[in-house]
T-cell receptor
């Protein structure tokens, strides 16, 4: 069975500092990996996704993530955090089939606090 | 606007009552997923529909049911409501393995 672990429940960074949010997955094949962001009271917004190919993927809002198969990780990074990045971040792994069925597993989320 | 529309945005109801939450998926998406998000349980998958058929069930209570109509909109019915059912209910849609598009959710408060 697939699983996703986000080991950090809460992270605090200073505005302008770099950020790395950790995500480890367990899945038998090459997974489809996603990062979502959720602002308070809002739905989840897709930041970026990895299917195959280049292991460094660029997303919206200046975020990037690197797929490392050897470490079963898909960590999210941003070189310089802005106060508006304060939100909760979810990593997800997806197994899909040609019939349109998606088995999606979300991590428990990491809440990011940005301090001045 | 994500393209996934959920109504109502807020709902306050009493214990024992029944409510219906509605979701219109993004144009062209055949799959609809329902999630419950609460502080203590996190994001919990409830159920998935694909082109009108139920495809997968998660942690959905027997008091809850859903359906997807021919026009692909979906409804989540919650009955015999309890205080613990208070949560954010999200709908998401997808066309395949490209990831979900989430709606902005319905905040249900049971008093």
């Amino acid at each position: 069975a697939q699983s996703v672990t986000q080991p950090d429940i809460h992270i605090t960074v200073s505005e302008g500092a770099s950020l790395e949010l950790r995500c480890n997955y367990s899945y038998g094949a090459t997974p489809y990996l996603f990062w979502y962001v959720q602002s308070p009271g809002q739905g989840l917004q897709l930041l970026l996704k990895y299917f195959s190919g280049d292991t460094l993927v660029q997303g919206i809002k200046g975020f990037e993530a690197e797929f490392k198969r050897s470490q079963s990780s898909f960590n999210l990074r941003k070189p310089s955090v802005h106060w508006s990045d304060a939100a909760e971040y979810f990593c997800a792994v997806v197994r899909g089939d040609s019939g349109g069925y998606q088995k999606v597993t979300f991590g428990t989320g990491t809440k990011l606090q940005v301090i001045p | 606007d994500s393209g996934v529309t959920q109504t109502p945005k807020h709902l306050i109801t009493a214990t024992g009552q029944r409510v219906t939450l509605r979701c219109s998926p993004r144009s062209g998406d055949l799959s609809v997923y329902w999630y419950q998000q609460s502080l203590d349980q996190g994001l919990q998958f409830l159920i998935q529909y694909y082109n009108g058929e139920e495809r997968a069930k998660g942690n959905i209570l027997e008091r809850f049911s859903a359906q997807q109509f021919p026009d692909l909109h979906s409804e989540l019915n919650l009955s015999s409501l309890e205080l613990g059912d208070s949560a954010l209910y999200f709908c998401a849609s997808s066309e395949g393995t490209g990831g979900y598009t989430f709606g902005s959710g319905t905040r249900l408060t049971v008093v």
